[in-house]
């Protein structure tokens, strides 16, 4: 929906430092019950695009995902949106490396954990684990992304490593890449791939 569009802009525009009247006003007019905290774009893609595969509409649900631009900015979100702010309910994914500095930020939010689910490295960690890395060079090959992904190989940098590394770092090697392939790989999971934390998440939602 354009209007939560437009209320994740709101927000974006409050956490930056823009007054939060209109996210406020948004809030309202939208019945907004809960925010789901997400680090960057890819993120949102693949959550959005689980919650059409199982026929939902979050917006419609009142549910607004919004990618915060980096785990750092968890606790100026928690605090915009949760009880010292718009009072939303508050939940998301965040990697096991950053999860004690999750856990600070939603305390000084006095915003309960429950609602967040751990990724062992990152959700795209958990998506090459699920499909496994064979599924996911034929997605690359599909897309017609083969060439760049043998190219990426060759280099020196990346000769030794695990092919799951590989993968996880060529999927940021372009701009866009992680957000086309965040839906790439969600749309290509069976029913019983969906990682537990992405899994965990749309049925706490």
């Known amino acids: 929906m354009a209007e939560m569009r437009a209320f994740r802009n709101a927000v974006g ?3 930056n430092g823009s007054p939060g009247r209109p996210a406020r006003a948004l809030a309202g007019e939208l019945a907004v019950r809960t925010a789901v905290l997400l680090e960057g774009p890819s993120d949102h ?13 979050l ?3 009142g549910v607004c995902v919004i990618p915060m631009g980096g785990a750092m900015s968890i606790g100026r979100y928690a605090g915009l949106l949760g009880p010292p702010g718009l009072g939303l309910r508050l939940a998301g ?12 930020g939603l305390e000084r939010a006095r915003a309960p954990r429950q609602g967040f689910f751990v990724c062992e490295a990152d959700l795209e960690d958990e998506l090459i684990r699920a499909l496994d890395t064979a599924g996911v060079e034929e997605i690359i090959r599909a897309e017609g992304d083969l060439r760049a992904w043998q190219t ?16 996880r770092r060529f999927l940021g090697t372009k701009k866009g890449r992680k957000i ?11 029913p019983d791939q969906v990682p537990p934390p992405l ?3 749309l049925a706490s939602l």
């Open 93 to 104: 994914l965040c990697d096991k490396g950053e999860q004690r500095f999750y856990e600070r």
């Open 45 to 57: 893609a693949a959550v959005e695009t689980l919650a059409a595969r199982r026929g939902r509409d």
């Open 199 to 201: 899994d965990d998440l």
């Open 152 to 167: 990426f190989l060759r280099q020196p940098a990346h000769h030794g490593r695990p092919r799951q590394q590989q993968l």
């Open 59 to 61: 917006a419609r649900e």
């Open 13 to 15: 525009e409050w956490a």
């Open 180 to 190: 086309r392939y965040g839906r790439l790989l969600v749309e290509a999971l069976s």
